[in-house]
């Protein structure tokens, strides 16, 4: 395990430009107690980064440790409908898979461009109303809790609406075992997805899916307005859904500061669906 430096625009899907002085990626799962130590002897709090697809870095130089999962991407078959899949495998990799062998398997998520681990962290899913998502199909998760590595079943796991234990403490998401079900799958549901995700999605800037859970929509139309000429703002497409053009993060963070305000101004429930990192 090596601790570097970190700068790039990779680290986010919103691309800002961004410097992580501790910076390590993990390949091999023995590698992640040292990383965690490391970080703490240095006093940094850790961030596990997956795919970068639902995290803002709010400042140019990253406060945080930065632990990257580059865990190899692997789909092990246990028998019966249950698959243990790594926590580095691309999302779109694992609905191939389930495609070509008629699995059933969380479809809607081919237009989130997330890790396996990524997504049960945030337990990834469709909208609110449908009330589908990645932990529909999770039966247990092997992770690093901050001492050791332990498998815990899915009835010992907070599951919520983009929300889950993994996120309330520092975790590493090594594995999970899926069951996928084998079904008859008529047409596409990764190329459908990616086709509603065109039309419906603001696909052409920078953008790391939604911006809330919880908002007001007369106070996010004010903060596009306000922002309109900014080289970050909201969609004219999607409301909730942060655009960045610009390499300074401070753009995005005055906006979403704004938007913060007014909601405590107005007394207002706002909840960041996006992770922000100091
Ligand atoms: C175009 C687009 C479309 C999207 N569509 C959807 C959608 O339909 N539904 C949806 O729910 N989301 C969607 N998202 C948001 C995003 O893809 C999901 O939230 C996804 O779960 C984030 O996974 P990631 O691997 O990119 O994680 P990151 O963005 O890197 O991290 C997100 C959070 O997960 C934690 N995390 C990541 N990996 C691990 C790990 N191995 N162990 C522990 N914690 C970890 C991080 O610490 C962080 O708190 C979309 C994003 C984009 C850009």
């Known amino acids: 395990m090596h601790v570097g430096s970190y700068r790039g625009r990779g ?16 390949k091999d ?13 240095r006093g940094l709090k850790v961030f596990v980064l997956g795919g970068g697809s639902n995290v803002f870095f709010e400042n140019s130089e990253i406060k945080s440790a930065v632990i990257k999962n580059s865990l190899p991407a692997k789909i092990e ?22 495609l070509k062998n008629s699995l059933d398997c969380c ?10 681990g990524g997504a049960i962290a945030m337990n990834a899913g469709s909208g609110i109303k449908d009330g589908l998502s990645v932990s529909d199909f999770v039966e247990s998760v092997e992770y690093f809790d901050g001492k050791r590595i332990i498998e815990t079943p899915k009835s010992d796991i907070d599951f919520g609406f983009r929300h889950t ?5 520092e975790t590493f998401i090594i594995s999970a075992v899926l069951r996928l079900p084998r079904k008859k799958i ?6 459908e997805r990616l086709e509603w995700a065109c039309k419906n999605q603001d696909l052409e800037s920078n953008n790391c899916g939604s911006l809330c859970d919880k908002y007001y929509a007369p106070i996010l139309k004010l903060a596009r307005m306000l922002f309109k000429f900014a080289p970050a703002g909201l ?16 753009w995005l963070k005055s906006l979403l500061r704004l938007i913060s305000l007014l909601h405590s101004m ?13």
């Not at 680290?11 to 993990?26: D, K």
């Not at 799962?29 to 002897?41: L, M, V």
């Not at 107005?266 to 992770?275: H, N, Q, T, V, W």
Request: net charge positive.
């Open 77 to 98: 078959h246990l028998g019966g409908d249950l698959y243990r899949v790594s926590s580095g495998l691309e999302m779109m990799q694992l609905l191939n898979f389930a």
């Open 165 to 169: 234990t993994f996120l309330e403490k």
């Open 107 to 116: 479809y809607y998520l081919a237009s989130a461009p997330c890790q396996v």
């Open 235 to 250: 969609s004219e497409k999607k409301l909730n859904w942060a655009v960045n053009k610009s390499d300074n993060p401070v």
């Open 266 to 278: 107005l007394g207002k429930a706002l909840k960041f669906e996006i992770r922000i990192v100091p």
């Open 29 to 41: 799962k023995s590698d992640i107690a040292a990383a965690f130590e490391a970080a703490r002897k």
């Open 186 to 191: 008529d047409g596409n549901p990764i190329r």
């Open 11 to 26: 680290l986010s899907r919103f691309r800002t430009l961004n410097t992580a002085a501790f910076y390590v990626e993990i």
